[in-house]
T-cell receptor
Framework: DAKTTQPNSMESNEEEPVHLPCNHSTISGTDYIHWYRQLPSQGPEYVIHGLTSNVNNRMASLAIAEDRKSSTLILHRATLRDAAVYYCILRDGNNAGNMLTFGGGTRLMVKP | ETGVTQTPRHLVMGMTNKKSLKCEQH?????MYWYKQSAKKPLELMFV???????ENNSVPSRFSPECPNSSHLFLHLHTLQPEDSALYLC????????????FGPGTRLTVL
């Protein structure tokens, strides 16, 4: 799977929007962009994924650059429960094994 | 029970012991995974089972032995482990195909003395 680059950590204030960036300059045409997060003492949980168009769900929004070389996960109103490590992962759509390669992720700290 | 469950949640074992980690998914999925999460390292994929057949083994030492008797259960058999094998072992499941959201269990915290 192609590599992603994320900042090691970010801080946010509670109830403010958070934009978590991810660079994936070597993305291929069949790579989906997935985001997972891992809350303290828990396994990772799926957040959102997309291919080319921006995506919204109840947890977050995903904004994908037109050239697909970067994307941004948007939390519209951060809460203390959103403090977690956020992983941006590229998944080959032709990969039948559904394998995910996790990087270091971004540790999001939310201040009250 | 719902989602993905793992037992035990915590395990302490000596280097000469044999133990097994168990994972069960109640989601009707047909793929299951073992991951290892060591301190200050990214999650590492260890094994993948798709339709009960092992499709990936990421150069994992033979002291780790997976078993998938059916699509709902996954085991990781451990023997003669080393202290550096101490980590959080996570199980996940998914439905093969797209979208392929993986659902993770809470993990087993393993300490090897």
């Amino acid at each position: 799977d192609a590599k992603t680059t994320q900042p090691n950590s970010m801080e946010s204030n509670e109830e403010e929007p958070v934009h978590l960036p991810c660079n994936h300059s070597t993305i291929s045409g069949t790579d989906y962009i997935h985001w997972y997060r891992q809350l303290p003492s828990q396994g990772p949980e799926y957040v959102i994924h997309g291919l080319t168009s921006n995506v919204n769900n109840r947890m977050a929004s995903l904004a994908i650059a037109e050239d697909r070389k970067s994307s941004t996960l948007i939390l519209h109103r951060a809460t203390l429960r959103d403090a977690a490590v956020y992983y941006c992962i590229l998944r080959d759509g032709n990969n039948a094994g559904n394998m995910l390669t996790f990087g270091g992720g971004t540790r999001l700290m939310v201040k009250p | 029970e719902t989602g993905v469950t793992q037992t035990p949640r915590h395990l302490v074992m000596g280097m000469t012991n044999k133990k097994s980690l168990k994972c069960e998914q109640h989601l009707g999925h047909n793929a299951m995974y073992w991951y290892k999460q060591s301190a200050k390292k990214p999650l590492e994929l260890m094994f993948v089972y798709s339709l009960e057949e092992r499709v990936e083994n990421n150069s994992v030492p033979s002291r780790f032995s997976p078993e998938c008797p059916n699509s709902s259960h996954l085991f990781l058999h451990l023997h003669t482990l080393q202290p550096e094998d101490s980590a959080l072992y996570l199980c996940a499941s998914s439905q093969v195909g797209l979208p392929d959201e993986q659902f993770f269990g809470p993990g087993t915290r393993l300490t090897v003395l």
